[in-house]
């Protein structure tokens, strides 16, 4: 069946450290892979994208790799504040109409 | 860009009673997306709309739930004889076409208690 993992404990890590946050897949070939961030009560927010023949993606403090061989995206945070504590969605789309989401890793950040 | 707006942003109702949700979307998306997320959980899909067209449904959506997107504008979410299993965020995204932009665009959520 396919299937989209993310670390289902929270992560908790230092300001100032590298948060990496792991998305693993099964039986999908997706076109491309998005990372949203969201916060309690409120929708998801787009962060990044990354197609299925790119490697690394940057966006500031922000970084995703795409491994189609391994089937995982690793998600990067890095000089991580407490204001990025939240929940990151890993998101797959496959050329239909759905974007598949997974169930989320919850991030804290401590001062 | 005034983004998506959904309402109401918080519903409670008795088991057994009909609620609509509405959604207006970013004014040049053409697609609309419903999505529905309960706690600890990712969004699932329940279906979406490209202009007026509902292109797909999730076999999540029972025969109680409807959508409509008249004139492929706003759109509306109903769900008829609620049950207490539906308790949840319902979450309505937009995007463009893609090759323009593929992410979505989410709104605040409605979330709804059943009692």
């Known amino acids: 069946s396919q299937k989209i993992e993310q670390n289902s404990e929270a992560l908790n890590i230092q300001e100032g450290k590298t948060a990496t946050l792991t998305c693993n897949y099964t039986?999908?070939?997706?076109?491309?892979l998005q990372w949203y961030r969201q916060d309690p009560g409120r929708g998801p927010v787009f962060l990044l994208l990354?197609?299925?023949?790119?490697k690394e993606k940057r966006k500031e403090r922000l970084k995703v790799t795409f491994d189609t061989t391994l089937k995982q995206s690793l998600f990067h945070i890095t000089a991580s504040q407490p204001a990025d504590s939240a929940t990151y969605l890993c998101?797959?789309?496959?050329?239909?109409?759905?974007?598949?989401f997974g169930a989320g890793t919850r991030l804290f950040v401590k001062a | 860009d005034t983004g998506v707006s959904q309402d109401p942003r918080h519903k409670i109702t008795k088991r057994g009673q009909n609620v609509t949700f509405r959604c207006d979307p970013i004014?040049?998306?053409?697609?609309l997306y419903w999505y529905r997320q309960t706690l600890g959980q990712g969004p699932e899909f329940l279906t979406y709309?490209?202009?007026?067209?509902?292109?797909?449904k999730s076999r999540l959506l029972s025969d109680r739930f409807s959508a409509e997107r008249p004139k492929g504008s706003f759109s509306t979410l109903e769900i008829q004889r609620t049950e207490q299993g539906d308790s949840a965020m319902y979450l309505c995204?937009?995007?463009?076409?893609?090759?323009?932009?593929?992410?979505?665009?989410f709104g605040s959520g409605t979330q709804l208690s059943v009692l």
């Open positions: 995204a937009s995007s463009q076409t893609p090759g323009l932009s593929e992410k979505l665009f």
């Open positions: 039986n999908y070939s997706p076109a491309y």
């Open positions: 990354i197609r299925e023949n790119e």
């Open positions: 998101a797959l789309h496959t050329g239909g109409f759905k974007t598949i």
């Open positions: 004014s040049e998306h053409n697609r």
């Open positions: 709309f490209q202009n007026e067209a509902q292109l797909e």
